[in-house]
């Protein structure tokens, strides 16, 4: 079998996201009416060219997915329950906790100011930001997940059993939680705008991967559809979020150059529950129903990923582009990739710790 590796976008995502940073700045100062014009280009208050964007940031996730593993999870029930239980049941409370003590209580005098919504409500800033750390810890990842699983020498087969499982789950729960937690953080949720951005941006291209999937496989085999049509499509996600991230940047940038440690005061939380939640699957909980490493280390890297295309997604069309909440999904996006490929190490370095027999001897 072919060595999977990450693509060069996957592998310098950060890169990549602090260049955009850096060019939707240097728009926003140039030419800020450019994004303006772009956003203003809507229907029924959903920008367009952000529609587009976001929608192929989700179609190539999506249409790799193999839905018929979903119903051969019932032969490892254990993982799968598990990872359940810590991305819906601990993770987005974990979250609202760890960044209303950082962001609401400890940085709070460090993140002075007020913002207009969407939706033309005031609210102050730090607000603004926990929503976006809420957006990312209700939704688990179902992308990348599938590489850091691999590379950490993972059950593969598995791993696809959570993407699929999970992703079904979000279409039923991202909308009810988001609302919950973003009820009790004081800020104002347009009900409507929840459901439809779910709808939109995970259950369309949900629907449109499935379904183009079954078509393209039929008629071209799977050989095609795996080795040529994801090759073409792989970059295709990255692309159109670093294509949302210069517009997103280009209304941020003034906030950033005037306060350019609001985003290490947003990291920390955000760095903080990556590593709680990959530290209660991977060293408490698997090791409690004595996982397998192959098992645990995927239960424990789709618990501390985050899937930053929906939360980047949902703080876009529910607070707006300049939103502090939109900024705060970023955030997500630029510790990800360099934190997740260190948690992979630590787990091909402690897969030792699953060898029980050594312990009963």
């Given at each position: 079998m072919q060595e999977r590796r990450l693509s060069i976008f996957e592998k310098y995502l950060t890169v990549w996201v602090l260049l955009c940073i850096t060019a939707g700045i240097a728009i926003g100062k140039v030419a800020p009416g450019i994004a303006t014009a772009l956003n203003d280009y809507s229907i029924y208050q959903v920008s367009m060219p952000i529609a587009v964007c976001l929608f192929f940031m989700m179609y190539p996730i999506m249409v790799k997915i193999d839905f018929s593993q979903v119903l051969r999870s019932a032969k490892t029930p254990k993982p799968v329950m598990l990872t359940l239980f810590i991305n819906w049941a601990i993770k987005p409370f974990s979250m609202f906790a760890i960044s209303y003590f950082f962001l609401g209580y400890l940085f709070r005098d460090l993140l002075p100011g007020t913002e207009i919504l969407a939706n033309g409500e005031e609210v102050e800033l730090w607000r603004s930001y926990i929503a976006g750390t809420i957006l990312l810890g209700i939704a688990p990842c179902t992308a990348m997940v599938l590489m850091w699983g691999h590379l950490s020498k993972g059950n593969d087969g598995l791993t696809l059993v959570m993407v699929a499982i999970n992703s079904l789950i979000m279409l039923f729960l991202y909308g009810p939680l988001g609302g919950l937690l973003l009820n009790v953080n004081s800020m104002p949720v347009p009900w409507q705008t929840m459901f439809l951005s779910v709808s939109i941006y995970v259950a369309l291209p949900l629907v449109a991967g499935y379904f183009s999937r079954k078509f393209i496989i039929k008629h071209k085999g799977i050989t095609?559809?795996?080795?040529?049509?994801?090759?073409?499509?792989?970059?295709?996600?990255?692309?159109?979020?670093?294509?949302?991230?210069?517009?997103?940047f280009t209304f941020k940038g003034e906030v950033i150059v005037n306060n350019p440690l609001t985003i290490l005061w947003i990291a920390i939380p955000l760095l903080i529950q990556t590593l709680f939640i990959f530290s209660l699957g991977y060293f408490v909980f698997?090791?409690?129903?004595?996982?397998?490493?192959?098992?645990?280390?995927?239960?424990?890297?789709?618990?501390?990923?985050?899937?930053?295309e929906v939360a980047i997604a949902t703080a876009v069309i529910l607070f707006g582009l300049s939103s502090g909440a939109a900024l705060a999904t970023v955030v997500g996006v630029l510790i990800e990739v360099p934190l997740m490929l260190m948690l992979v190490s630590l787990c091909k370095r402690t897969r030792h710790i699953f060898n029980y027999k050594q312990e009963i001897e």
């Open positions: 095609w559809f795996n080795e040529r049509f994801l090759h073409w499509l792989t970059p295709v996600s990255i692309v159109a979020l670093l294509a949302t991230l210069i517009l997103l698997s090791r409690w129903l004595k996982l397998s490493y192959q098992d645990a280390a995927p239960v424990a890297l789709i618990g501390a990923s985050n899937h930053f």
